[in-house]
């Protein structure tokens, strides 16, 4: 039989409880926060100590990274994964220096016209620096032969022979048709020439008989004359039917003397070039191509009349003459003979145009038009015969990055197509240039996630980047670890050009360090954001006037980034503080606790208390989960309220049935709930529930907990109690105040200092419990109690209060059962 409590019955711990003496369980200030000695430092400022030139504690990352660049087989490419601010694309890069600095330049790479197919350019290699004289050497060939050809053409040798060939022509067609002519004045037929043709006509004496005098000659005669006519018109039509040969003769005879002329000029235009490229075979077979094209087209270089500068006589602006776009060099990559070591290129638009390159075109009337010149190279390009970088996410975002690395990759060539080539059901005309062969290391960067995500998603990942250099987020925080720490900040300070750190202002840095670290046993390797700390706190000393970076400056620094992200924490705060949020921080009650959550926005992250509120009643032993119930709640926190509902299967009442019903919920929560981070805070006000013992309202609680009533580490433990703590602190601390933490949490603790002034101050406690019996106790201030050896536990302590709650609820159940048994019976 069950009797209901009043308000301020529920609120005070049942008569006859068993209290215990808790205060003495809080932590000790000095485990709260760890604490760097300036003096301990050995020097004044950062002015004394020597630059690490490298990063500390990555050893495996670093022979990883040895390793992937000293193997030049085509698949071992680079994975370099690891939080954003780690310095691994630094320490890469630093590492790739020196490395390429001892390999051989790469050749050089020019497209080229194909005389015999323009739409396939020819691919050729060329030692440095060779590139660009082949490139200006045609153009100036070019510049000579405008001038050179038409001179040559005007020339009075060019002249007199072609007047020749001219006459020989005109004196052959003249020939035959004196022939003709004379032939037909013997027979009284004469040969005109009107404004439609050749005519001819009967003559008599010499004159040319009229058509009406004609008419009146006998038929016979007028037939004889009509015979001859036709038969001399016959043999005017032979004469006629052989000019189409004789004219195609005379261009022939037209054309052979031009490529003479032609071959000259070009000849001596070319001289010289050929024999600067004669040790190349690729280039002498273009040479000669371009020859035979030049003289075969000499007319491109005559009647250019008003394009020549009436000044010098030299034709203006080659390269941009569409004519003599044909005989330009396209320059893809070009080394100078003074580089020296491999590239070292990074690409940060690594698009499929910007990595293999691409084909541009130019609108002329109305039309796309394209040719060699118009092919852009890319980073593949640039970086062939050394080391590209690339940041994975980009690549994987970029429309047809992936793909086309990988296509390049495997072909162990460069081609340049379009990536949509084989989506479109049109095809169109494009170029076709020659491959080019590819020897490039690749490096990517990208975080954990990313890797394991493609090394599960993509086949062909694991085949071309073998190597995984795995930068870590943190090191050991031990003496030597920390002497190297201060070298590395003194890098910074070199790298950036600052004022040095003192000591002071190296303490506080190695302390934030620990802080970024998440854990007082281990210092942050996030080498990104170290240096913007330093780099902000520089200017903090330079406002202030200060010679050297001291620990007010860092301060400043870290609280002010602090200061320009924390806007929604402040209006979290203050939603609680204004009692808009119910959270209590003083007081007792049944079935409430104060739970502690994070939110993470961006890089910053806040501690948020939570009230959690559990209800128990008779029931058939199910635990509600409210979150879970309106899909609110996240698998794990699903996971933790199982685990909960095993914890109290297992310990109480183990022989009669678990007989409640529960329900548990985080109040004034609109969001969802994912984590069990606060399972053994559920469990904590479930307990209390079931045992009608109050909780303290002035602690909060986080920890996850197992079947067996272990409280297990969460994460962000700083960020909770310090969350806890403002809210305290806003409404006034009273010295009862605190949060509980599980045990295994202790070394993670790097806490503010004002939160550590306040519990030396005796005004806050943090407690650590390792479980849940220890938790409970100093929540409610009632002894938990273990089972006897007669398997009971102890009268008034909490947990026989539990279980005589479950077995009574069972022998409800029980009762309950058989009264309706009992009128079922009667009633049939």
């Known amino acids: 039989m069950f009797f209901k409590r009043s308000q301020d019955e529920h609120d005070k711990a049942p008569e ?12 000790a200030p000095e485990l709260l926060r760890y604490k760097a000695d300036p003096a301990s430092l050995g020097f004044a400022s950062t002015a004394e100590l020597e630059p690490t030139s490298g990063l500390i504690g990555q050893d495996r990352a670093l022979k990883a990274i040895e390793l992937g660049v000293n193997i030049r087989q085509h698949d071992f490419n680079l994975f370099v994964l690891g939080p954003p601010s780690s310095g691994k694309s630094t320490a890469v890069r ?3 220096a020196s490395k390429a600095a001892s390999e051989p330049v790469p050749p050089s790479w020019v497209y080229v016209n194909n005389f015999i197919d323009p739409n396939k350019p020819h691919a050729i290699s060329l030692p440095n620096g060779r590139c660009a004289r082949l490139a200006d050497g045609m153009v100036n060939i070019i510049d000579e032969l405008r001038t050179a050809i038409p001179a040559m053409f005007e020339s009075d040798e060019y002249e007199s022979r072609r007047r020749a060939i001219d006459e020989e022509f005109r004196a052959g067609q003249e ?8 032939k037909a004045k013997q027979q009284n037929i004469a040969v005109l020439r009107t404004p439609t043709g050749i005519a001819m006509a009967p003559t008599t004496d010499g004159k040319v008989i009229k058509p009406e005098v004609f008419n009146t000659l006998p038929e016979a005669v007028r037939k004889e004359i009509e015979d001859k006519i036709e038969a001399m018109q016959g043999e005017l039509g032979e004469i006629i039917q052989q000019v189409p040969k004789l004219q195609k003769e005379h261009r022939s005879r037209l054309r052979a003397l031009n490529e003479e002329v032609a071959e000259v000029a ?21 040479l000669k191509a371009a020859r035979d094209d030049l003289i075969r087209n000499v007319g491109l270089f005559l009647g250019e009349g008003e394009e020549e500068n009436a000044i010098v006589n030299q034709p203006v602006n080659t390269t941009r003459d569409d004519r003599f776009r044909r005989y330009m060099v396209n320059v893809v990559v070009s080394h100078d003979e003074r580089e020296a070591g491999a590239p070292i290129v990074e690409e940060l638009n690594p698009s499929h145009g910007h990595l293999v390159g691409r084909v541009e075109f130019l609108a002329r009337m109305g039309a796309l038009m394209t040719d060699f010149l118009l092919i852009k190279g890319g980073a593949l390009h640039r970086a062939n015969g050394g080391y590209l970088l690339i940041d994975a996410r980009k690549l994987l975002t970029l429309p047809f990055g992936w793909e086309s690395l990988k296509r390049a990759l495997k072909r162990h060539s460069i081609v340049i197509e ?21 020897n490039v290391k690749v490096v990517l960067f990208g975080d954990r996630q990313l890797y394991y995500l493609l090394s599960g998603a993509d086949p062909d990942f694991a085949r071309l980047f073998k190597i995984q250099a795995d930068f870590d987020e943190t090191i050991d925080r031990t ?5 190297d720490y201060t070298r590395l900040i003194a890098s910074i300070v070199h790298t950036h050009k600052l004022k040095p750190v003192d000591a002071s202002g190296v303490a506080r840095l190695i302390e934030r360090g620990v802080r970024l670290a998440n854990d007082n046993r281990k210092l942050s390797l996030e080498i990104g954001k170290l240096a913007d700390i330093v780099r902000e706190a520089d200017y903090w000393a330079e406002a202030e006037g200060h010679a050297t970076i001291s620990e007010a400056d860092v301060t400043k620094a870290i609280r002010e980034q602090i200061r320009r992200t924390d806007r929604l924490r402040e209006k979290s705060q203050e939603g609680i503080v204004r009692d808009i949020m119910l959270i209590d921080t003083s007081g007792a009650k049944v079935g409430q606790i104060n739970g502690l959550s994070v939110l993470a926005l961006g890089d910053f992250a806040f501690g948020k208390p939570t009230r959690i509120t559990a209800r128990v009643r008779l029931g058939a032993g199910r635990v509600t989960d409210i979150e879970r119930e309106v899909e609110l709640g996240g698998a794990l926190h699903s996971k933790g309220i199982m685990i909960l509902w095993g914890f109290l299967a297992g ?11 529960a329900s548990l919920v985080f109040e004034q929560s609109y969001g969802g709930v994912d984590g069990d981070s606060a399972s053994s805070t559920e469990l904590y006000a479930l307990l209390s529930a079931l045992s009608e013992v109050p909780i303290r309202q002035s602690l909060a609680v986080t920890g996850s907990v197992n079947q067996f009533g272990q409280v297990q580490a969460i994460g962000s433990v700083n960020e909770k109690i310090e969350g806890f703590f403002d809210i305290c602190n806003e409404r006034g601390l009273t010295g009862e105040q605190g949060v509980l933490i599980p045990r295994a949490n202790e070394q993670h603790l790097m806490l503010r200092d004002d939160v550590v002034a306040a519990v030396r101050d005796g005004k806050f406690s943090v407690y650590s419990v390792a479980t849940i019996d220890e938790g409970i106790e100093i929540l409610t201030s009632v002894a938990a109690g273990e089972r006897g050896d007669d398997g009971q536990f102890p009268q008034g302590t909490l947990n026989h209060l539990v279980e005589q709650k479950l077995i009574g609820f069972a ?7 058989k009264s309706q048994a009992d009128d079922g019976n009667l009633t049939s």
């Open 811 to 817: 022998g409800a159940r029980k009762s309950f059962g």
């Open 651 to 661: 310990r109480y009442a183990q022989e009669v049935p678990l007989s409640l019903a």
């Open 266 to 286: 070009v000849g001596q235009a070319l001289d010289d070039i050929i024999k600067q490229f004669a040790d190349l075979d690729e280039v002498a077979d273009y």
């Open 479 to 483: 003496p030597d670890n920390a002497k």
């Open 16 to 27: 006859g409880t068993k209290t215990v003496d808790v205060s003495e369980r809080a932590l």
């Open 175 to 182: 020939e035959a048709f004196e022939e003709l002519t004379e």
């Open 94 to 96: 630093s590492f790739l």
């Open 418 to 438: 379009s990536p949509t080539e084989g989506m479109s059901a049109i095809s169109t005309q494009s170029l076709d240039p020659d491959p080019i062969p590819l």
